[in-house]
């Protein structure tokens, strides 16, 4: 799947290319997510030396699970990745209607230029292609209006927050739970 970056009203073109990555990407996501880790420490439960320390086999397996339990979106400029994010699909027979958006990062000189509303959209736009999935989930730190606006767009709506949900250098942090409905896709 590719698409190229759609121009916003009053907003620059990032000329980024949204694809599913594969498992030769992964070396580029991780360096991009370590990246992330390190700079947003409070938007992920993770710790950048969690994540260093993980396998090449796991960053694979994170971009292009092989079993199809996640799939990961890359926002492209040139051959240079600029954003990504996770959606992970559930393996449980009773969860299997779930999905959860997770691990997005959009490097700061790409952010305002379309390039996380390209990435949502086409974590949403798979979700609806995969046939059985019903709702999809995410979680924001608390005080991130940013993401949260972003979410929002795209028809997400709150249903609690977790107090104290990470730990970062500032103190605790809460989680703000978003969920939207996904339509089943229609045939034409």
């Given at each position: ?116 509303d390209d990435l ?21 730190t608390e005080g ?45």
């Amino acid at each position: 799947m590719s698409m190229p970056g759609v121009p916003r009203d009053g907003r620059p073109d990032a000329g980024a290319r949204i694809a599913a990555l594969v498992a030769s990407d992964a070396p580029a996501y991780r360096a991009l997510m370590l990246e992330a880790y390190a700079e947003a420490e409070d938007a992920f439960t993770a710790t950048v030396e969690e994540r260093a320390g993980q396998s090449d086999e796991w960053w694979a397996r994170r971009v292009a699970d092989p079993e199809g339990r996640s799939l990961a979106f890359g926002a492209f400029e040139g051959d240079r990745l600029v954003g990504a994010v996770v959606v992970e699909f559930s393996s449980r027979p009773k969860t299997l209607h779930a999905a959860v958006l997770k691990g997005m990062y959009v490097r700061p000189s790409h952010r305002g230029t379309g390039v996380a509303d390209d990435l949502v959209r086409a974590a949403i736009e798979r979700c609806i292609s995969h046939g059985g999935i019903r709702t999809l989930k995410l979680t924001v730190t608390e005080g991130n209006e940013p993401a949260i606006r972003l979410y929002r767009a795209h028809g997400f709506v709150e249903f609690g927050t977790e107090p104290m949900a990470v730990r970062a250098s500032g103190g605790y942090r809460g989680k703000v739970h978003l969920w939207r409905p996904v339509p089943k896709e229609v045939s034409e």
